[in-house]
């Protein structure tokens, strides 16, 4: 670059080179400002949305609620923890076990009292012993998977139930071992 902001150009005919002077700077006076219309808009939505956050009604103080089934700890508002409240007989419980015992509900007819204890008491049961214990609780729990299918299993047909027609199937008349061994001795001889 050339000396007080002039530019250098090479001329590729001949190697000669030509000085060019920078163009005058303009004066700031005849430059003027121009708004857009979406600045504009934007301005005006703005100073309409902080009106709107004036009128607001101020936000409850949030507290921590402990579900008195499970245990677990939730960030609620007092408003909300009364809605809770009135609907489970002056308890808090969380969302999970309230589907819980909404379920204890359809086992039990409709005893929302029986449904209730019903459900803290599996919650204490396994606060207890489930917590302490995981693989002897895992280990129980598929004690009673396996007692309840076999329950169900003695309620299925059998094959000694002589009453009940059977159903479509292939039924196995003999061994197939005689003819197996009759082949392999027929391939040794």
Do not use: W
Request: proline share 5%; net charge positive; hydrophobic share 30%.
């Amino acid at each position: 670059m050339a000396p007080h902001g002039e530019t250098q150009v090479m001329n590729s005919n001949n190697g000669r080179t030509n000085n060019f002077i920078k163009p005058p700077r303009l004066s700031n006076d005849n430059l003027k400002r121009s708004i857009s219309d979406i600045s504009f808009e934007l301005a005006k939505e703005a100073s309409i949305v902080a009106a709107e956050a004036n009128n607001l009604p101020p936000i409850s103080e949030v507290e921590d609620a402990k579900c008195e089934c499970c245990g677990m700890s939730e960030e609620c508002t007092p408003e909300y923890i009364g809605r809770v409240r009135e609907k489970n007989s002056g308890k808090y419980i969380c969302g999970l076990c309230c589907e819980a015992v909404k379920l204890e509900l359809e086992k039990n007819n409709g005893k929302k009292e029986e449904a209730m204890s019903a459900h803290m008491d599996t919650c204490a049961r396994f606060n207890k012993f489930g917590r302490a214990f995981p693989v002897l609780s895992q280990a129980e729990a598929m004690r009673q998977m396996l007692k309840r299918s076999h329950s169900l299993r003695a309620k299925s047909i059998s094959p000694r139930d002589r009453n009940v027609p059977k159903k479509g199937g292939i039924a196995r008349s003999s061994s197939c071992i005689p003819f197996v061994t009759r082949e392999i001795n027929e391939l040794n001889i």
